[in-house]
């Protein structure tokens, strides 16, 4: 079928499509499945024995090492509900750094010798598993000769059953290591730095006198957008089959003027999905909520509630992978792409987090006595300072070839990244950092710890939406992070650079007391210095402003605009210490991580810029040339009988073609260009050469759009994309 065919039968199969209704069933109530899939602290409560349980438990909860005696009764409890769960088959899932989830599958049953097949699953089993690591990017971590990966059981994230046509799957979350212990995914990462961090905010906690703390952890709760289109354009486009975001499309005449989308009825068969994945995520035990509609058409939100940041970043991937298949089973494909269409709002994954644990409560609400707004003070400052010292590490934590689409294009925060504190909040950090002025806003002095110190808000009042780190209440929003990305990355980062931040405040609260300043007096003056130190990344201005620009660079902030300026963050000596000292990464470690984005960011630009030399050549040029040959039949026609023509369309067609083909050359050119061989090289001339290639092809391509006749334009267009659901 020639392209234009291939996009009139999409458009052909989409309105004659009857909606699937919800495969959702009013009878499975709520409560009954939620988590009926997720071999749960209730299921563990009834299947294991009490000891076993406990110990379990204490892994799980209080962060104790996990007891290896332990590991063939629960292997065994977890086999037995998982195959009354109607699973044949068991998989170590793992996060690798490709940003994907990879899953090694074996089944259950092992030939007995009599012909029949017992289930068979042992501790051993359970704990750890080899998949062949060589598919997955190591950033040279992994010599070939030693090409061999382990996963490993993560206690703390709950195995689930996935289920699937053809036979049920019991998935445990596990680590991904080398040979040689060094990670090789987004969890290993994750888990270290929630025990650095852990520590550093407990020795805080000791000193504002809680005598045993439980662990710390952080929290996180990510707003996940995406796009929603029917699934015949998307098999239509190439383009969004390789890449996940249009290469091609001029802006519909109507565009996100057509501002009635946000928070405006939801299609039916929209509303279908969304029950849908909403009832298999309940049954995996991710407790989500679907949402309004986003600022574009076709564009659409959904919130999890929050979790532990490493549960979370689990549920966060199972989630647009389940998101994922469950709109494909309602006929349309969910699109995470930061910048799927081109001139559209793009998609982001707000990540929420707070610290807490149990006793505490969350450490980054205020609380209704000073002591604890002291407290609360000095979590925030700690945010503060690192907000401040490592935002250029927080914009790296960001970057990808995708998400560079979208940050700073007046959408998304800009890539300087600076905290939002809200005006009470602020107004705070300023008379401490005046040494606890008189308030003119609230009544008293503000005294860290005496009596005066107002009742902080937990209403943050108006909503900054431009700032990449936005305090909202209890918890910081960090809106830089990408709608494709994992979680993980961002966590991680913010784990780590948390601990440094607290760890230094203990260590400056300590110093101080121990000379004999009393704890009030230095809480006070610890304030102060972060402020006065830090305190230039804090903005509640305009995010999207020029001015804001200019005066971040005179506040000596970052402003990392891309992949390319942010990444060689990873390998800075502040950073490689920062990361060795916590323990979250090895100098290898950080190399290899370093190397890996480098090869992705590469990788993905040209991935993009191969499907779209060969959409124009094989789509696009001749779809133009046939016009052209069409007018000028035309313009012939009407000269061969005397008739003055107008070539004015033709000369238009024309020459767009001849910029069509040059685009075409050149990017073919830089395709085929020798770059050198190191991934510098590589990513350099992905973002420096085949980028800007490729925005040539498409300018005319898209110019071509507007004058090529319909019944000949190939690839569905933004309109009937964004607009027919
Ligand atoms: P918004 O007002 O930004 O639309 P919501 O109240 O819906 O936000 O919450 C957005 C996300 O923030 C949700 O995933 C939610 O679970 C998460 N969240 C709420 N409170 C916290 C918290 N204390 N720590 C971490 N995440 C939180
Ligand atoms: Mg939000």
């Known amino acids: 079928m020639s392209g234009s065919k291939h996009r009139l039968k999409a458009i052909e199969n989409v309105r004659t499509a009857v909606s699937p209704a919800s495969f959702w069933s009013i009878d499975d109530a709520p409560g009954e499945i939620f988590g009926s899939n997720v071999f749960s602290k209730a299921v563990m409560q009834k299947r294991l024995p009490k000891p076993v349980f406990k110990s379990v438990m204490s892994t799980i909860e ?29 998989a170590h899932v793992f996060y690798p750094l490709t940003g994907l989830t990879a899953e090694k599958h074996d089944s259950f049953f092992e030939p007995g010798g009599d012909g029949s097949s017992i289930a068979e699953f042992a501790g051993k089993t359970l704990v750890q598993g080899e998949p062949d690591a060589s598919s997955f990017p190591n950033g040279g971590l992994r010599a070939t000769f030693e090409a061999r990966g382990y996963t490993g059981w993560d206690v703390t994230s709950p195995a689930y059953i996935l289920e699937n046509p053809n036979g049920n799957t019991l998935c445990i979350p596990t680590v991904f290591v080398s040979m040689t212990g060094e990670a090789l995914d987004h969890k290993t990462p994750i888990l270290r730095s929630q025990q650095a961090m852990a520590k550093q905010a407990e020795r805080v906690l000791k000193l504002f006198g809680h ?116 709109a494909q089973k309602h006929g349309m494909e969910c699109i995470f792409h930061e910048k799927p269409f081109d001139g559209i709002n793009g998609s982001g994954k707000h990540v929420n987090f707070s610290l807490g644990n149990a006793t505490e409560g969350n450490l980054l609400l205020p609380g209704d006595t000073p002591h604890e707004n002291a407290q609360f003070l000095v979590f925030c400052a700690a945010v503060i300072r690192a907000v401040h010292k ?78 990449p780190m936005a305090f909202t209440g209890n918890r910081f929003e960090f809106r830089a992070p990408g709608s494709l990305q994992s979680i993980a990355g ?158 004015s369309t033709l000369d238009e067609v024309s020459a767009l073609i001849a910029d069509l083909r040059t685009g075409i050359a050149s990017l073919k050119a830089a395709l085929g260009a020798d770059v050198g061989g190191s991934v510098e090289d590589e990513a350099t001339h992905a973002g420096k050469d085949l980028l800007p290639a490729m925005v040539a092809v498409r300018t005319a391509a898209d110019a071509l759009e507007h004058l090529v006749a319909d019944d000949l334009w190939p690839l569905p267009t933004y309109e009937e994309m964004l607009f027919i659901l």
């Not at 962060?63 to 068991?90: F, N, Q, R």
């Not at 190439?238 to 501002?259: C, I, M, N, Y």
């Not at 009635?260 to 049954?283: Q, S, T, W």
């Not at 943050?460 to 431009?466: H, Q, V």
């Open 62 to 90: 209080q962060s104790m090492p996990l007891d290896p005696e332990i590991a063939d009764i629960v292997a065994s409890a977890m086999k037995d509900w998982a195959l009354e769960k109607g699973a044949t088959h068991y």
């Open 211 to 326: 005598e045993e703390p439980d662990a710390v952890v952080s929290f996180a709760g990510a707003e996940q957008e995406y796009f929603l289109i029917d699934r015949s354009f998307f098999t239509a486009r190439t383009d969004l089959l390789s890449s996940g975001r249009t290469l091609f499309g001029a802006k519909p005449p109507k565009g996100q003027e057509f501002d009635d989308h946000y928070f405006g009825a939801i299609p039916e068969r929209v509303l279908a999905f969304m029950f849908d994945a909403e009832n298999e995520l309940f049954k995996l035990g991710i407790p989500a909520k679907t949402r309004h509609n986003e600022v574009a058409p076709g564009q659409f939100e959904i919130a999890p509630m929050f979790e532990r940041s490493n549960v979370a970043a689990d549920h966060q991937q199972l989630l647009m992978v389940i998101m994922k298949r469950v």
């Open 390 to 467: 490592f935002g250029g590490l927080l914009r790296c934590s960001v970057a990808s070839a995708t998400n560079d689409h979208r940050l700073g294009a007046n959408e998304a925060p800009p890539a300087i990244i600076s905290i939002f504190l809200g005006d009470q909040l602020a107004d705070v950090f300023d008379q401490v950092a005046k040494g606890g002025a008189t308030s003119s806003k609230e009544k008293g002095t503000i005294i860290i710890g005496a009596d005066t110190l107002p009742v902080l808000p937990t209403d943050p009042g108006d909503r900054n939406r431009t700032s």
């Open 490 to 647: 961002p966590m991680v980062t913010i784990n780590t650079i948390l601990a440094e931040a607290l760890d230094h405040i203990a260590t400056e609260i300590e110093a101080l007391t121990a000379d004999g300043t009393g704890f009030d007096a230095a809480v006070q003056k610890v304030l102060e210095l972060v402020i006065s130190n830090h305190g230039a990344a804090v903005f509640n201005g305009d995010g999207y402003s020029d001015e804001w620009q200019d005066e971040a660079a005179a506040r000596g902030l970052p402003n990392l605009r891309t992949t390319l300026d942010a990444l060689p963050e990873l390998i800075t000596p502040e950073s490689i210490e920062l990361f060795s000292h916590y323990g979250v990464f090895t100098e290898r470690e950080m190399h290899s991580r370093y190397e890996i984005a480098m090869e992705q960011y590469a990788l993905s630009i040209s991935v993009e810029a191969k499907s779209m030399a060969e959409i124009a050549t094989t789509s696009i040029l001749p779809a133009a040339t046939r016009y052209q040959t069409e007018l000028a039949t035309n313009v012939a026609s009407l000269v061969a009988v005397g008739v003055e023509a107008d070539t």
